[in-house]
């Protein structure tokens, strides 16, 4: 299904509005490190934000070490960020 790619005005307006994402270095991807107590929080934190990315049909790229959980959100069908990574991202925000 194809979705709109975020005008950069748009990106720049959505990443103020978001807590500790950066934009990753081509502009096609936000990206968020969190640390957590332990091993067992962090795999927490991801068994429920893959339950909301499963919901929304939207999922992250994502690499976890022991209490370390880095995460990519980029659109494949949008070449780029669209309003479905804002809306995970604000998601998963709330888990923390
Ligand atoms: N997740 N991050 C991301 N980007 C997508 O384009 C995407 C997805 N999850 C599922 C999905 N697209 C499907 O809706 C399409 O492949 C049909």
Same mark, same amino acid.
């Given at each position: 299904?194809?979705?709109? &790619? ?5 990106? +720049?307006?959505?990443?103020? !509005?978001?807590?500790?994402?950066? %934009? &990753?270095?081509?502009?096609?991807? $936000? @990206?968020r ?17 893959? $339950?909301?990315a !499963?919901?929304?049909d939207?999922?992250?790229?994502w690499?976890? /070490?022991?209490?370390? @959980?880095e995460?990519? %959100?980029?659109?494949?069908d949008?070449?780029?960020?669209? @309003? &479905?990574? @804002?809306? %995970?991202?604000? %998601?998963i +925000?709330?888990? /923390?």
């Amino acid at each position: 299904m194809a979705i709109p &790619r975020l005008t950069h005005e748009e990106r +720049d307006a959505a990443l103020a !509005e978001l807590t500790g994402w950066a %934009l &990753r270095d081509d502009g096609l991807a $936000i @990206v968020r490190t969190f640390k957590f107590a332990d091993f067992a929080e962090a795999f927490g934190f991801m068994t429920r934000a893959a $339950i909301e990315a !499963e919901k929304a049909d939207h999922h992250p790229e994502w690499f976890n /070490v022991y209490n370390r @959980v880095e995460i990519t %959100l980029t659109t494949h069908d949008a070449g780029g960020l669209s @309003v &479905r990574d @804002v809306s %995970l991202a604000r %998601l998963i +925000d709330g888990f /923390v």
